[in-house]
């Protein structure tokens, strides 16, 4: 089942449909996915975010950002992917952000340094939008705000999943 940041979803980039957020677990719990992080952000939301966004080259490793890091903006991965590394409970936990994902809301919004770190791969193509850009965008665009909350409470629905699971052993 689909579930949408907008009114519509249309065909953005290379003739497929943008995740706003897909994680899927890649190691530590390579059975379990992570599906309810499936939204699709809306053809005019995307375009508005790569418009006031920077196209960005990560460092040579694919080093986007690092845990700890301060939260200066997102990140909104066009095309390709990025791997979000998380430690929790003394072990490493890898997810897969597709394309269409916006990272580093939580950081931005609470004003926290980043609590995972993320890498891109060599052929993904990921813009920055800063934080002032993006409170920006959260001011003016409904959108945006509808937007947000659902990443964030399918954020929230994934780490409890993601919990239980390494608590369980499942």
Do not use: W
């Amino acid at each position: 089942m689909r579930k949408y940041c907008g009114q519509k979803a249309l065909p953005f980039g290379r003739g497929r449909l943008p995740k706003a957020i897909f994680f899927e677990l890649v190691n530590v719990l390579p059975r379990v996915k992570i599906t309810d992080l499936d939204l699709v952000l809306d053809r005019e939301l995307a375009e508005e975010i790569v418009s006031r966004s920077v196209e960005t080259a990560p460092s040579d490793d694919g080093l986007l950002y690092r845990r700890g890091d301060p939260p200066d903006c997102l990140y909104f991965v066009e095309d390709g992917e990025v791997m979000i590394t998380l430690v929790a409970a003394q072990q490493e936990m890898t997810f897969r952000a597709g394309p269409g994902s916006l990272l580093g809301i939580a950081a931005v919004v609470g004003n926290q340094p980043y609590a995972m770190s993320a890498t891109a791969s060599s052929s993904a193509r990921v813009f920055k939008l800063s934080a002032d850009a993006f409170r920006d965008l959260l001011a003016h665009e409904q959108k945006m705000q509808d937007c947000v909350l659902k990443i964030l409470a399918a954020e929230v629905r994934a780490a409890r999943k993601a919990l239980a699971n390494l608590v369980t052993g499942v």
